[in-house]
C-alpha cells in the first residue's frame, strides 16, 4: 500500500511538472513529494476509526484519552519516519547525488549521438566503447599526416627554387668572373702595348 502511495506521488509529481508549462521538478523535489504522499497514505491506512476498532474497550472508557494517545502516536510515528529518511539522505548525500543526476540529464538533452550502455559483454563493451574513439583519433591523426605531408612539399619546393635560384647565381658569379678575368686581360695586354715602345 505504501509502495503504491510512493510510486502514485512520484508521477502526479511528475505530471504536475510536465502539464504546468513551468521547469520539470527536480529529483530531490520528486522525492520529497513521494515521502510525503506516503506519510499521507499511511496516515490514511492508520485512520482513527481503525485504532479505535483495535482498541475498542480502551475507547469506550476513555475516549478523549484514546483521541489524545492516537493523535500523538501518528505524530510519533511520522516524525520518526521523516527523521530515518533523513538519515539516510544524509548519510547517502542523496540530495546532491540526485542534483548530479538532474545535471547529467540536462546536459544529456544536447547531445547528438546515443548514451553508452552496457551489454555485460565485456570485449563487445570494450569495443563499442574504444573502437569509435580510436576512428576519431585515426582521422584527426590522417587530417594532422596531411597538414604536415603539404607542409613537407612546400618546403621541398621551396628548397628546390633555392636550388635552382644558386645555380642561377652560380653560373651569373660565373660569367662574371670570366668575363672579369677577360676585361682584366685586355687591361694587361693594352698596358703591356703602352709598355712596348720605351
Known amino acids: 500500500m505504501a509502495a503504491a502511495g510512493g510510486g502514485g506521488g512520484a508521477g502526479a509529481a511528475e505530471d504536475a511538472g510536465a502539464d504546468g508549462g513551468g521547469p520539470a521538478p527536480g529529483r530531490a523535489e520528486v522525492f520529497a513529494t513521494v515521502v510525503d504522499t506516503f506519510l499521507e497514505k499511511l496516515v490514511a491506512a492508520g485512520s482513527y476509526q481503525r485504532f479505535v476498532n483495535c482498541y475498542r474497550c480502551l475507547y469506550k472508557l476513555q475516549p478523549q484519552l484514546t483521541k489524545s494517545i492516537y493523535d500523538q502516536f501518528i505524530y510519533q510515528l511520522q516524525a520518526s519516519i521523516k527523521e530515518e529518511i533523513q538519515e539516510v539522505k ?56 596531411r597538414e604536415k605531408e603539404e607542409e613537407s612539399r612546400k618546403v621541398a619546393e621551396s628548397v628546390l627554387m633555392g636550388r635552382d635560384r644558386i645555380a642561377e647565381l652560380q653560373q651569373l658569379i660565373q660569367a662574371r668572373q670570366q668575363a672579369w678575368q677577360a676585361i682584366s686581360k685586355e687591361q694587361q695586354e693594352l698596358i703591356m702595348t703602352f709598355q712596348e715602345p720605351q
Not at 547531445?111 to 574513439?133: K, L, N, Q, T
Request: overall charge negative; charged content about 35%.
Open 90 to 145: 544524509n548519510e547517502g548525500n542523496l540530495e546532491g547525488l540526485l542534483s548530479s543526476l538532474d545535471k547529467i540529464v540536462e546536459e544529456a538533452k544536447d547531445r547528438e549521438e546515443p548514451a553508452w550502455r552496457p551489454s555485460g559483454i565485456p570485449e563487445e563493451d570494450v569495443r563499442s566503447a574504444m573502437v569509435p574513439y580510436f576512428l576519431k583519433h585515426r582521422s584527426h591523426l590522417r587530417r594532422i599526416l
